[in-house]
Nanobody, 126 residues
Framework: QVQLVESGGGSVQAGGSLRLSCAAS????????MGWFRQTPGKEREGVAS????????FYADSVKGRFTISQDNAKNTVYLQMNNLKPEDTAMYYC???????????????????WGQGTQVTVSS
């Protein structure tokens, strides 16, 4: 079955960096939209970054542009999220997600997700 396993979360001070990994299994990795969402208590899950696997297309939320980078390793069926210059407002549970087929014009939408990972916590202290 399809599995998305996240890792790499943790606690860091403001200005620091973390790299999240999402290892996918149980389906063909390439030519699907894959990305990262985040959620804090009481708020909706929001898209952070996404990519069309097997291509160079990437999409970012305005709040993370210039600080976060999404990348993929097709040999390892893994998508990464490099997070630099982290801010306290980046604190959230981060989820990996995927949908079959290409991304929409703005990336991966929450409503179109077929599979979610279990989440990994990122905490940024000031």
């Amino acid at each position: 079955q399809v599995q998305l396993v996240e890792s790499g979360g943790g606690s860091v001070q403001a200005g620091g960096s973390l790299r999240l990994s999402c290892a996918a299994s149980g389906y063909t990795f390439n030519w699907n939209c894959m990305g990262w969402f985040r959620q804090t208590p009481g708020k909706e899950r929001e898209g952070v970054a996404s990519t069309y696997t097997g291509s160079s297309r990437v999409f970012y939320a305005d709040s993370v542009k210039g600080r976060f980078t999404i990348s993929q390793d097709n040999a390892k069926n893994t998508v990464y999220l490099q997070m630099n210059n982290l801010k306290p407002e980046d604190t959230a549970m981060y989820y990996c997600a995927t949908k079959s087929g290409p991304c929409s014009w703005y990336g991966l939408s929450r409503d179109s997700v077929n599979y979610w990972g279990q989440g990994t916590q990122v905490t940024v202290s000031s």
